[in-house]
């Protein structure tokens, strides 16, 4: 294959510890499988802030537009945690999106069997949960306008604007649809149809999909019981898609499942491709900066490498690479290796650097 660029943005807290870990990862995957991979680096969120003013540096911009994919760490804390500041870390996340026409972010939730005991719930409940949210990205209420901070005849006053169209709800539920085809043949629709026109929208526009797809299931489920069936019942679901805001939160309450934020992944696809011919894509761990560890070699890198195989399989085309990433880290937790996050009995205690390295000396066996 010709050569690849990455472009990768470590951001804030914990992002450039993670992201190192991640990128040493595709570099062995780039030697092991014969990819040639160049990475190019560059400020995005406070990091950026601090350097340019700016949280989305026009240079940064233009370097994730021209990559093959990008690589992301996390953005924010403290410092720019001014609620009134007209310039913050996550516009970056929005602004990436928004320019890269990101629109399907796909999280999935897996539960390795030996990480069961970390999580809250009781083993029966995660005995195999395997589930691929498909979250809609560039629509709904984190885009709607108006949304504004005002003064009304009652005194302060804010509005904010949920909004979809047809196409947008279409193009991402057409995505679930054949991703699904390829697992276990089952969509959940999440909405608040009971309330809500934009779900009701969403919920005629995913009928009118479903039909075009007979072999495959399809059930709609209201926001609020879904967030009850996902402690409930986890393993009842396969491919989840829903807009904006329900996934966010959604997929924040799955992370539960895993026993931690450290361990998931995620993959913002858009729909122009790369030079590959394949879907261009951001892609970095759920999980956000953590300040208070930044620096101490205790975050969890497995999320950001998992997202690492997720750049391979999904841009790249690499999906030998893909696996034997997703078997590596199945590996050092089946050796018994947690970072603090998934402190377990009988486990031994390991840092950030030092699960990456058992990451990349797994692959290399």
Known sequence: MSEATIAVFPGDGIGPEVTAQAQAVLENCGERFGAAIRFVEAPLGGAAIDATGKPLPDDSLALARSADAVLLGAVGGPKWDDPKSDVRPEQALLGLRRELQLFANLRPIQVHARVVEAAPLRREILEGVDILFVRELTGGVYFGQPSERRQGAAGREAVDTIAYDESEVRRVVELAFGIARERRKKVTQVDKANILATSRLWREVTKEVGAEHPDV????????????????????????????????????????????????????????????????????????????????????????????????????????????????????????????????????????????AAVIERLSR
Request: proline residues 4%; hydrophobic residues 45%; negative net charge.
């Open 217 to 356: 299931e399809l059930e709609d489920v209201l926001v609020d019981a879904m967030a009850m069936h996902l402690l409930r019942r986890p393993a009842d679901f396969d491919v989840v898609v829903t807009e904006n805001m329900f996934g966010d939160i959604l997929t924040d309450e799955a992370s539960v499942l895993s026993g931690s934020l450290g361990m998931l992944p995620s993959a913002s696809l858009g729909a122009s491709l790369n030079s590959f011919g394949k879907r261009s894509g951001l892609y970095e761990p759920i999980h956000g900066s953590a300040p208070d560890i930044a620096g101490r070699d205790l975050a969890n890198p497995l999320g950001s490498i998992s997202s690492a195989a997720m750049l391979l399989r999904h841009s790249l085309g690499l999906e030998e690479a893909a696996v034997a990433v997703e078997a590596a880290v199945s590996g050092v937790l089946d050796d018994g290796l947690r970072t603090a996050d998934l402190r377990q009995p009988d486990t031994r205690q390991v840092g950030c650097a030092e699960m990456g």
